[in-house]
T-cell receptor, first 116, second 112 residues
């Protein structure tokens, strides 16, 4: 297993367009997290899945954002009608109760979104 | 509500110096605390995970300590090198234990 994979690495989009990001977690991890990080800030929690169930959503996750994790494997994060304020690094992480105890959370390399 | 604060926000040192990065958290009922490294424009790399039952954890030139009673953790970097230049992030679990709460990070610059 090569860790948490995110695609694409970079995305430039025009304001008003929809974008979708993908995250492939470590295969044995049942928990998957999305975070957003803006320049000079630490990552901020957006949402969390356990298997296919979305169990928690931050107030940062406006109604233009939707996340899915069909079949409890990969996850997608879609942003509709993008705004310039959506420009950020979107990070995905995964864990399991056993892995979390031993290694904590494992993060991917992120998707850098630029809205022009 | 868990809040994580890191001091200083930025630090510049000459190569070879030993240094300490500080992290404080408000909710001491944590089961672990994790330190990450982030290079510019990149994702997060886990450095050290300290369990609540441990007082410190070591990996190479890095040593992290945890004092739950005071709500503090420190990351000690020995004999710093230019390759250590990066942003260091501290993260503690939220009260529900369902996600990590991050500080804003300390950006370290080590000059040769």
């Amino acid at each position: 297993d090569t860790g948490v994979s995110q695609d694409p690495r970079h995305k430039i989009t025009k304001r008003g367009q929809n974008v979708t990001f993908r995250c492939d977690p470590i295969s044995e991890h049942n928990r998957l997290y999305w975070y957003r990080q803006t320049l000079g800030q630490g990552p901020e929690f957006l949402t969390y899945f356990q298997n296919e169930a979305q169990l928690e959503k931050s107030r940062l996750l406006s109604d233009r954002f939707s996340a899915e994790r069909p079949k409890g494997s990969f996850s997608t994060l879609e942003i509709q009608r993008t705004e310039q304020g959506d420009s950020a690094m979107y990070l995905c992480a995964s864990s399991s109760p056993q892995a979390r105890a031993a290694y904590g959370y494992t993060f991917g390399s992120g998707t850098r979104l630029t809205v022009v | 509500k868990q809040e994580v604060t890191q001091i200083p926000a930025a630090l510049s040192v000459p190569e070879g110096e030993n240094l300490v990065l500080n992290c404080s958290f408000t909710d001491s009922a944590i089961y672990n605390l994790q330190w990450f490294r982030q290079d510019p424009g990149k994702g997060l790399t886990s450095l050290l995970l300290i369990q609540s039952s441990q007082r410190e954890q070591t990996s190479g030139r890095l040593n992290a300590s945890l004092d739950k009673s005071s709500g503090r953790s420190t990351l000690y970097i020995a004999a710093s090198q230019p390759g250590d230049s990066a942003t260091y992030l501290c993260a503690a679990p939220n009260q529900a234990g369902t996600a990590l709460i991050f500080g804003k990070g300390t950006t370290l610059s080590v000059s040769s």
